[in-house]
């Protein structure tokens, strides 16, 4: 089965992201940063569209209140976002 980890964590701050210890992709949350909704329901959306299911951990975590509040979107772009993002720099290529 093809899954992805959305893990919650208070110590964390903001975000983290990447190859997690479990070998799986996971995303880390900190329920008290001001973007948590929009990170969880797009990561759970996104995954889902790729057809991953998602773990959660805790197990106890219901994301159903992060999916409420954050509408389905067409646009990759919500106003506020910034117009360009960069995603890896690699000064060693230069």
């Known amino acids: 089965m093809?899954?992805?980890i959305l893990k919650i964590d208070?110590?964390?701050r903001g975000f983290t992201m990447g190859k997690g210890t479990w070998g799986r992709?996971?995303?880390t949350l900190n329920?008290?940063?001001e973007d948590f909704a929009y990170r969880a329901a797009d990561f759970i959306r996104y995954e889902n569209a790729h057809g991953r299911k998602i773990r959660l951990k805790p197990r106890s975590f219901d994301?159903?209140?992060a999916l409420k509040r954050v509408?389905?979107?067409g646009s990759v772009r919500r106003p506020g976002?910034?117009?360009f993002v960069v995603h890896?720099?690699?000064a060693g290529g230069l």
């Open 31 to 33: 329920p008290d940063a």
């Open 88 to 90: 890896k720099y690699d």
């Open 63 to 65: 994301p159903s209140g």
């Open 71 to 73: 509408p389905e979107s």
């Open 2 to 4: 093809r899954y992805s």
């Open 25 to 27: 992709f996971c995303l």
């Open 81 to 83: 976002d910034p117009l």
């Open 10 to 12: 208070k110590t964390v």
